[in-house]
């Protein structure tokens, strides 16, 4: 048997060994459970990696990209392509807003960014929810404030509903990243301390609305009611029953679309 | 070249190219260029036993050189650091959004070399010695980056390391 090193650990992890190598290595390591827990983590790294940005194996593969493989045509294409990627950015419009619209005759790329719209707000109630110190940016003390901001910086009039009806009081209230125009998260707790936040962006100022019905998307323990309501489009989010977040979601719907 | 033998490279090159620049847009950018760029060298690619894989390889050359320049020139890279919520998917039978959280922000704090290498050769599936060809570095020099890069995330998963860390300049190996 020849000597172990680190690079047979490597290999193993990443499947590089031939039959017999394997053999040895696996051998070798039965009596070595660090350097057995190593090439595991390292397998297991590999394998989260791969499950990393998946979504982008199965997005329609922009026009741009392909329009990228005609030489001929390319430079004003792409001239043409980052025109129109300014002004849709200058439109203030999130990404969603300008798939939803942009590629309307493709529903398969409607469906992917309203799911991925209603997955963003997962990911920031997920990430948000939890704090204990700073759930929010600015507080409900200072609300005015606070919808002023994020009015300003998604470029229209926001109002944070009032959820007092159902127990929900309003925590406050962050500004989030999109890919073309900032996002809000109004975040709300009741007295048993659950937590709900409403995420909200802005759809282009020229696009003809139209309104959406509830759609539902979950996540393990994580669910959102998402939706489109004129200028706006909303996603609730919370770890509550899915008939318990629809009550909320029309309590927010008629409240803001009234 | 056969147009459409590239363009089923596509999809791979965008995931590649989002973990490596953090940034769905970006990303594209990136694979923008790379594509424009293959267009004008194509003559330089020869097909060789297995097509596929070398039109692979060849593309992902091609990308790896513009984003060593331009992580030079910042261009791809400069917002490395920030967490952009819509480059999470939060779907998938394997990570809780959580971990996929942290994976992206530890990924965020690899250095561009480390992180090249790890994605080549955990997402990209290619061998050390292609790995060792497509960046242009000696396979020995592939193993050591990819053991730093496992240790460094290893540690970054764990909490051990602060969140901010300065990130090396990119050495540019000839």
């Known amino acids: ?258 | 070249m056969d147009r459409n033998s590239i363009i089923a490279h596509i999809p791979r090159l965008r995931r590649y190219a989002r973990l490596l620049t953090g940034d769905a847009h970006r990303a594209d950018d990136l694979v923008q260029d790379t594509l424009e760029r293959a267009c004008i060298k194509w003559q330089l690619w020869q097909p060789g036993a297995e097509p596929a894989l070398q039109l692979r390889a060849w593309l992902f050359t091609v990308m790896h050189n513009l984003f060593v320049n331009q992580v030079r020139g910042k261009a791809y890279a400069a917002r490395r650091d920030a967490v952009s919520m819509d480059d999470i998917d939060i779907e998938g039978p394997v990570l809780d959004p959580g971990v996929r959280l942290d994976l992206e922000r530890a990924l965020r704090q690899l250095p561009a070399d480390q992180l090249e290498i790890v994605l080549l050769v955990a997402l990209e599936d290619f061998s050390y010695a292609e790995a060792a060809i497509l960046i242009n570095v000696p396979i020995g020099t592939v193993m050591s980056r990819l053991s730093r890069a496992r240790k460094r995330l290893a540690e970054l998963m764990d909490g051990v390391v602060p969140t901010k860390v300065s990130r090396p300049q990119l050495k540019v190996m000839k």
Not at chain 1, 21 to 26: F, I, K, L, M, S
Not at chain 1, 35 to 52: G, I, S
Not at chain 1, 172 to 177: D, E, F
Request: net charge neutral; proline share 5%.
């Open chain 1, 1 to 258: 048997m020849t000597m172990m090193t680190e690079d047979d650990l490597h290999a193993l992890a990443d499947g590089r060994l031939g039959p017999e190598r394997r053999a040895e290595v696996e051998t070798w390591l039965a009596g070595q459970p660090e350097a057995r827990a190593k090439a595991d983590a390292w397998r297991a790294q590999n394998d989260a990696l791969r499950a990393l940005a998946r979504e982008a194996l199965d997005e329609p593969v922009p026009e741009r990209l392909i329009a990228a493989l005609n030489p001929q045509r390319q430079r004003w294409l792409t001239a043409v392509a980052a025109a129109l990627v300014a002004s849709v950015t200058m439109s203030a419009a999130g990404w969603f807003g300008h798939a939803w619209y942009a590629a309307s005759g493709s529903s398969g790329s409607v469906v992917f960014a309203a799911k991925r719209f209603a997955r963003d707000a997962m990911a920031a109630h997920v990430v948000y929810s939890p704090e204990v110190r700073h759930p929010v940016e600015v507080a409900a003390a200072e609300q005015q404030h606070l919808v002023q901001w994020l009015s300003k910086r998604l470029g229209t009039q926001l109002k944070a509903p009032l959820l007092q009806a159902q127990g929900f009081d309003l925590v406050g209230g962050r500004l989030l990243p999109g890919d073309n125009g900032a996002r809000a998260q109004f975040m709300y707790q009741n007295a048993g301390g659950e937590r709900v936040t409403l995420y909200l962006s802005a759809m282009p100022k020229n696009a003809t609305t139209i309104p959406t019905a509830f759609r539902f998307e979950n996540n393990g323990p994580v669910s959102a009611f998402y939706w489109i309501d004129r200028d706006l489009s909303y996603a609730l989010s919370g770890d509550l029953q899915r008939s318990r977040l629809l009550q909320l979601s029309e309590l927010v719907y008629t409240q803001l679309g009234g």
